[in-house]
């Protein structure tokens, strides 16, 4: 059961170039996030989804976009890179049954990426 | 902004038994206590949740206090594989289920 699956693991850009990071949930989940993770500090929520093609801003949403065209998949866009986004990125998914609402966030291994 | 305060870091013998504190003290009725830790940069682990009762599970056990302005986490046999940063984040669960992270505690298991 492979869970939370990002991809790449690892990637370095050049300031201006664009890329996508794909994250992947083999659990049926309705929900999924992207968080961003810089040195030191906790996680950062960027954005959300709630289910297939509905997405929402977190808390530093600027600079990236999503889109979840497919209810497994969460891909988080970086149209022009910039050095502030080097960082580390985490995908989770989560469910959210009604006779228990309360359901854990199940995260992925993270993304390393730098931006030069 | 994080909700919670939690020490920025604590020292824990192998094999004893680790407590990490956490203060909400503007928690509201319908807010639950989640912890999570992360080991090593990897991708943040569920440990357990509870809203006013205490809850144990395989992982730890969750105490809460009555007015539930504090919560303390017990990992009852630490082990060296324990050593971890561990997040207290209150949360009321509603519209997409988000959590927002504070920078938590970094939990050292000594040998």
């Known amino acids: 059961n492979a869970g939370v699956t990002q991809t790449p693991k690892f990637r370095v850009l050049k300031t201006g170039q664009s890329m996508t990071l794909l994250c992947a949930q083999d659990?049926?989940?309705?929900?999924m996030y992207w968080y961003r993770q810089d040195p030191g500090m906790g996680l950062r929520l960027i954005h959300y989804?709630?289910?297939?093609?509905?997405?929402a801003k977190g808390e530093v949403p600027d600079g990236y976009n999503v889109s979840r065209l497919k209810k497994q998949n969460f891909l988080l866009g970086l149209e022009s890179a910039a050095p502030s986004q080097t960082s580390v990125y985490f995908c989770?998914?989560?469910?959210?049954?009604?006779?228990?609402?309360?359901?854990?966030?199940?995260f992925g291994d993270g993304t390393r990426l730098s931006i030069l | 902004d994080a909700k919670t305060t939690q020490p920025t870091s604590m020292d824990c013998a192998e094999g004893r038994a680790a407590n990490l504190p956490c203060n909400h003290s503007?928690?509201?009725?319908?807010?639950?206590v989640y912890w999570y830790r992360q080991i090593h940069s990897q991708g943040p682990q569920y440990i357990i949740h509870?809203?006013?009762n205490n809850e144990t599970n395989e992982m730890a056990s969750l105490i809460i206090t009555e007015d539930r302005k504090s919560s303390t986490l017990i990992l009852p046999h630490a082990t060296l594989r324990d050593t971890a940063v561990y997040y207290c984040?209150?949360?009321?669960?509603?519209?997409?289920?988000?959590?927002?992270f504070g920078a938590g505690t970094i939990l050292r298991v000594k040998s």
């Open positions: 989804s709630v289910g297939e093609g509905t997405t």
């Open positions: 989770a998914s989560s469910s959210t049954l009604r006779a228990y609402r309360h359901q854990p966030q199940h």
């Open positions: 984040i209150t949360t009321d669960m509603e519209y997409g289920n988000k959590l927002v």
């Open positions: 509870g809203l006013k």
């Open positions: 503007t928690i509201s009725g319908n807010e639950y």
């Open positions: 659990m049926n989940h309705e929900y």
